[in-house]
């Protein structure tokens, strides 16, 4: 299960032409009621009939919605949209005001959104229901999501084209991702996402990603890379039976973290690996000399780290924190083996990337999907009820709580709990302010 050459990597072009330029969206419908229903004329647009006028590029709605023309944008407000079987037939994007407050939740057994043509993106919302979240046999690009806590597979991707990114596909209770490949093309990528938590329900499939690919075996004259996956968390699945991932001939992989405790291994079938890899338990089989392997990655819990998505942060110490050299801090955007890797600037959060993260130069990226910043950690670790030590701002994102005003780095001692006292010590904080404070002593003395 070794690496294997760029030139065979992937022929997904055509997931770069799934991102739709504002330019291309010729209609805007903007959702106004939180009601699934399909009565024309009452003025309320819902996001049934938003979807039915983009598909049909007209409006059967008597004038509630806007008419659908070409490539379409649907806002879709916050707030919980009970729904599902939305089928999706047309070019258009399903547009949330966040992930954190747009849901849409079903409370049957079908399929929240499925996508049987067309180019689709998902992006800024969160899916949940009885059955699985989203299905795809179109092409299909899912953004800033949460896939959450549905009652078979987060994500189902028939002979689709998929493109996952900075999104968390977690807690649902089959698996993850079902991916179903067919002959002549790489047909799934998942970028800077966390997989987490899934298979809860115990079923027979692999809990993070599930993939087979028909006719893809090279002496059939298929392709031999089903799904790709790059600078993700793949962590915490539940495997009965499988492992975290399955992959049925070989996929790719690159600056991605395994740590699946709970299930028979991290990997099972064939994951070549493009490098700078870790695999807790050294089941995926990596041999790039850049992979870690049998390394405990010293994850925190999936959590809310800033940003739109819940991610695993690294905590300190990890091996994973700048184990990426800046100059392989690059990603494959466009699916196509023929043009150049670009390089990769933010993490799932949107938190930049590379940052120095331990301490020690040069800096690198970070193996998964977060990446460790300065002052953002999140954490009391002084216990003065303040967080440690900015709660994500200086890595760009909103603060999680009051920051610690006493911060002045989060690298080493300051990164680590106060030590065991009988007293009251000083706090970590005010530790790194006392070389300056008796510098300033001796000045004045002299």
């Known amino acids: 299960m070794g690496g294997r050459s760029r030139a065979a990597r992937l022929s997904l072009g055509a997931l770069a032409a799934l991102?739709?330029?504002?330019?291309?969206?010729?209609?805007?419908?903007?959702?106004?009621?939180?009601?699934?229903?399909?009565?024309?004329?009452?003025?309320?647009?819902?996001?049934r009939e938003a979807i039915i006028n983009a598909n049909g590029d007209g409006d059967?709605?008597?004038?509630?919605?806007?008419?659908?023309?070409?490539?379409?944008?649907?806002?879709?407000?916050?707030?919980?949209?009970?729904?599902?079987d939305l089928d999706i037939t047309s070019d258009?994007?399903?547009?949330?005001?966040?992930?954190?407050?747009?849901?849409?939740?079903?409370?049957t057994s079908g399929v929240v959104v499925q996508v049987l043509g067309g180019n689709a993106v998902v992006e800024r919302l969160r899916?949940?229901?009885?059955?699985?979240?989203?299905?795809?046999?179109?092409?299909?690009?899912?953004?800033?999501?949460?896939?959450?806590?549905?009652g078979f597979f987060g994500i189902e991707n028939y002979l689709g084209d998929l493109l996952l990114r900075r999104s968390s596909v977690i807690?649902?209770?089959?698996?993850?991702?079902?991916?179903?490949?067919?002959?002549?093309?790489?047909?799934a990528r998942?970028?800077?996402?966390?997989?987490?938590?899934n298979g809860i329900g115990c079923d027979v499939y692999a809990p993070g990603i599930h993939s087979v690919c028909f006719f893809c075996n090279p002496d059939l004259g298929g392709v031999s890379v089903p799904v790709e996956v790059s600078n993700s968390t793949i962590a915490d699945n539940q495997g009965c039976s499988l492992s975290a991932v399955f992959w049925r001939f070989n996929s790719s992989i690159k600056g991605t973290l395994l740590d699946n405790p709970d299930s028979p291994g991290n990997c099972l079938g064939g994951g070549g690996s493009l490098g700078h890899n870790l695999d807790s338990d050294g089941s995926c089989g990596f041999t790039d000399p850049t992979d870690l392997s049998n390394v405990d990655p010293l994850l925190g819990s999936l959590q809310g780290n800033g940003g739109p998505t819940p991610t695993h942060a690294l905590q300190l110490g990890s091996p994973a924190i700048d184990a990426i050299p800046a100059a392989d801090c690059t990603y494959d955007h466009d699916?196509?083996?023929?043009?150049?890797?670009?390089?990769l600037t933010k993490d799932q959060r949107g938190a930049m990337r590379p940052r120095e993260g331990n301490g020690g130069a040069p800096s690198g990226c970070d193996i998964g999907a977060y990446e460790v910043a300065p002052c953002a950690d999140g954490l009391d670790n002084d216990g003065d009820s303040l967080v440690d030590f900015d709660g994500g701002a200086t890595a760009g994102l909103t603060p999680l709580a009051s920051p610690d005003p006493t911060c002045t780095s989060a690298l080493g001692a300051a990164e680590a709990p106060p030590p065991p006292s009988s007293g009251c010590g000083v706090g970590p904080e005010l530790a790194l302010l006392l070389p300056a404070l008796l510098a300033l002593r001796r000045r004045r003395r002299s």
Do not use: F, K, W
Not at 27 to 32: D, F, G, P, Q
Not at 62 to 67: H, I, R, T
Not at 335 to 343: L, R, Y
């Open 60 to 84: 059967d709605t008597a004038g509630d919605c806007p008419a659908g023309s070409g490539a379409d944008l649907i806002n879709v407000p916050a707030g919980t949209y009970e729904t599902g």
């Open 19 to 47: 991102a739709l330029p504002a330019a291309a969206l010729a209609a805007t419908l903007n959702v106004n009621s939180t009601a699934d229903e399909l009565i024309a004329g009452n003025g309320q647009c819902t996001l």
């Open 92 to 107: 258009l994007t399903l547009r949330g005001a966040g992930a954190a407050i747009t849901a849409l939740v079903q409370g």
């Open 190 to 197: 998942v970028e800077g996402s966390t997989i987490s938590g």
């Open 171 to 187: 807690n649902n209770s089959s698996g993850g991702l079902l991916n179903i490949g067919g002959r002549g093309s790489i047909n």
């Open 127 to 150: 899916v949940t229901g009885e059955g699985s979240g989203l299905r795809n046999s179109g092409n299909l690009i899912v953004s800033d999501a949460i896939v959450s806590e549905n």
């Open 335 to 343: 699916g196509d083996p023929g043009t150049s890797e670009v390089a």
